[in-house]
């Protein structure tokens, strides 16, 4: 059976990963360069970004190639002028990670006037495999990966379509079930429901999509809103995984052969899981793609 299949590996495929200056993301990002990945690093911070990159070529012996790229996920104009870069600095691009992501207590807007969480855990992603699509369709068989989470099921009544800049969520008090995390989980739904969409569209045309749950992962997320969430994330870092084991699925579903990944699925701890029932409404998955399509022209 296996000869029947090209075997697929991630050795020296063109991999553009967000969000790997820090926790799962550098966890895989180093996993990935130890397996033979060409990587391009898409960070907001030059400094941080450049000594990752010489952290990741020197543990693999210096026989990693590590690139940079910048932008500001929270900004269309970086992410746009850094997809620019790739397509001109890159000759192909096979799997875009999508990991960068962010939780924020307090209500934001963006340069773009969109609510901070949406704009950089999902307008971000929607925005730069947009922007790379065509790239990643001509290195014939591409993969999309995003990093979803278990927490998208903290949005219980799915997207709120008619509160997409979340003025009334955030006015619900804030707790551990506040607004703030059922914003959270609505932009980890939309990973999934973009993800899904994806697959359907892009169904034998040579981009595979999936997203994963990481599970609990100790990180420096939810550092930046304040001493009760620190408090709570270095308690839950008892129960949390290492960023190297919430990295696993990732590394897997970037370097595992084709035939284990069906397009467009939810996986976590390197199989396939059943998201929540919101999260599988197709119709929504469509509308949340007309929305987005919509938020990212200007
Ligand atoms: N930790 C968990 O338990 C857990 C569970 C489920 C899902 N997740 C998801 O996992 C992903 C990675 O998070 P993590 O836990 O590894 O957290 P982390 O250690 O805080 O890493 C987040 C990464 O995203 C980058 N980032 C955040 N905002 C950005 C922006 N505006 N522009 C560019 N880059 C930005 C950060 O860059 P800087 O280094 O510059 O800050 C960092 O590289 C997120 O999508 C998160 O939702 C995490």
Same mark, same amino acid.
């Given at each position: 059976m296996e000869n029947l299949y090209k075997k697929w590996t991630v050795q020296g495929k063109y991999v553009i990963i967000t969000g790997a200056t820090s926790g799962i993301g550098l966890a895989a990002a180093k996993e990935l360069a130890n397996r033979g990945a060409v990587l391009g690093l898409v960070a907001r911070n030059q400094t941080k970004a450049n000594k990752v990159a010489a952290q990741i070529k020197s543990s693999t012996g210096d026989?990693?190639?590590?690139?940079?790229f910048m932008a500001d996920m929270a900004s269309q104009e970086s992410i746009r002028s850094a997809a620019a870069d790739i397509l001109k600095r890159w000759p192909r691009v096979d799997i875009l990670i999508n990991n960068a992501g962010a939780l924020?207590?307090?209500?934001?807007?963006?340069?773009?006037?969109?609510?901070?969480?949406?704009?950089v855990n999902h307008i971000a992603p929607f925005l730069l495999t947009t922007l790379l699509l065509d790239r990643l369709k001509e290195s014939g068989h591409a993969r999309v990966i995003? %990093?979803?989470s278990h927490g998208h099921k903290k949005a219980r009544r799915g997207i709120r379509f008619d509160d997409l800049s979340a003025e009334r969520l955030y006015r619900i008090p804030q707790s551990l079930l506040g607004g703030a995390n059922i914003r959270y989980g609505e932009t980890k739904l939309a990973n999934i429901m973009f993800t899904a969409e994806l697959g359907r569209r892009h169904e034998g045309k040579g981009v595979t999509a999936a997203c994963f749950d990481p599970g609990l992962?100790?990180?420096n997320f939810n550092q930046d809103n304040g001493w009760l969430a620190r408090l709570t994330m270095a308690v839950m870092k008892m129960f949390s995984r290492t960023p190297e084991k919430g990295a696993e699925t990732l590394v897997w579903l970037a370097d595992s052969d084709e035939m284990?990944?069906?397009?467009?699925g939810y996986y976590k701890d390197m199989q396939i899981a059943i998201p929540s029932e919101s999260a599988r409404n197709m119709d929504a998955a469509k509308?949340?793609? %007309?929305?987005?399509e919509e938020q990212i022209r200007y």
């Open positions: 026989r990693a190639k590590v690139d940079v924020f207590l307090s209500r934001k807007l963006t340069v773009d006037g969109l609510e901070m969480t949406w704009a995003t %990093t979803a992962v100790s990180t284990n990944v069906s397009s467009g509308r949340l793609w %007309t929305i987005s």
